[in-house]
T-cell receptor, first 120, second 108 residues
Framework: NAGVTQTPKFRVLKTGQSMTLLCAQD?????MYWYRQDPGMGLRLIHY???????AKGEVPDGYNVSRLKKQNFLLGLESAAPSQTSVYFC???????????????????FGPGTRLTVL | GQNIDQPTEMTATEGAIVQINCTYQ??????LFWYQQHAGEAPTFLSY????GLEEKGRFSSFLSRSKGYSYLLLKELQMKDSASYLC?????????FGQGTELSVKP
């Protein structure tokens, strides 16, 4: 299993350009998440999805859109990139909404390798 | 509001024990996760606590006190490869709220 994969790994954009980041998971997870990570800020949730065809806003959704047309894919779009969107973007997925299952297993989030985006 | 605090950085010696603290104030609580993140890599799961007490997994242990809004991660027999950032995250309403992370440097 590849787990969670992200494309591209690196990208440089000019202000005002658009792009889409792709996240794919092969673990049949229902829940998928997009985070951004900035120095001194920790990971912050942008958008998330609780299943195919559903999306919801996280902590910092402005300037981003998402789509979950297929269960295994979660796309993050930047319609008009700004320098403030320079960051490392991580996608994650999990099996369940709960932190742990009744069987004692952990429903931890599995993270992709990240996309390093620079907006000039 | 949501607030999760952990020290920004810590230094420890190879073979020693180090404790990384995390305090939280969140509107809800469904458990607390610890993740490890090496530089330039993705976070990876270390531990999960939902009840008070200590969870032990090999050289790593995690403790939770819900009444105090407090958790710690204990790393024993430190190795150079333990140099990484350690992220405390509160699980609430199906979402993870992360602290800023603690950068641990292990020196020979």
């Amino acid at each position: 299993n590849a787990g969670v994969t992200q494309t591209p790994k690196f990208r440089v954009l000019k202000t005002g350009q658009s792009m889409t980041l792709l996240c794919a998971q092969d673990m049949n997870h229902e829940y998928m998440y997009w985070y951004r990570q900035d120095p001194g800020m920790g990971l912050r949730l942008i958008h998330y999805s609780v299943g195919e065809g559903t999306t919801a806003k996280g902590e910092v959704p402005d300037g981003y859109n998402v789509s979950r047309l297929k269960k295994q894919n979660f796309l993050l779009g930047l319609e008009s990139a700004a320098p403030s969107q320079t960051s490392v973007y991580f996608c994650a997925s999990s099996y369940s909404w709960e932190g742990s299952s009744i069987y004692g297993s952990y429903n931890e989030q599995f993270f992709g390798p990240g996309t390093r985006l620079t907006v000039l | 509001g949501q607030n999760i605090d952990q020290p920004t950085e810590m230094t420890a010696t190879e073979g020693a024990i180090v404790q990384i603290n995390c305090t939280y104030q969140t509107s809800g609580f469904n458990g607390l996760f610890w993740y490890q993140q090496h530089a330039g890599e993705a976070p990876t799961f270390l531990s999960y606590n939902v009840l008070d007490g200590l969870e032990e997994k090999g050289r790593f242990s995690s403790f939770l006190s819900r009444s105090k809004g407090y958790s710690y991660l204990l790393l024993k027999e430190l190795q150079m490869k333990d140099s990484a950032s350690y992220l405390c995250a509160v699980f609430e309403g199906g979402k993870l709220i992360f602290g800023q992370g603690t950068e641990l440097s292990v020196k020979p």
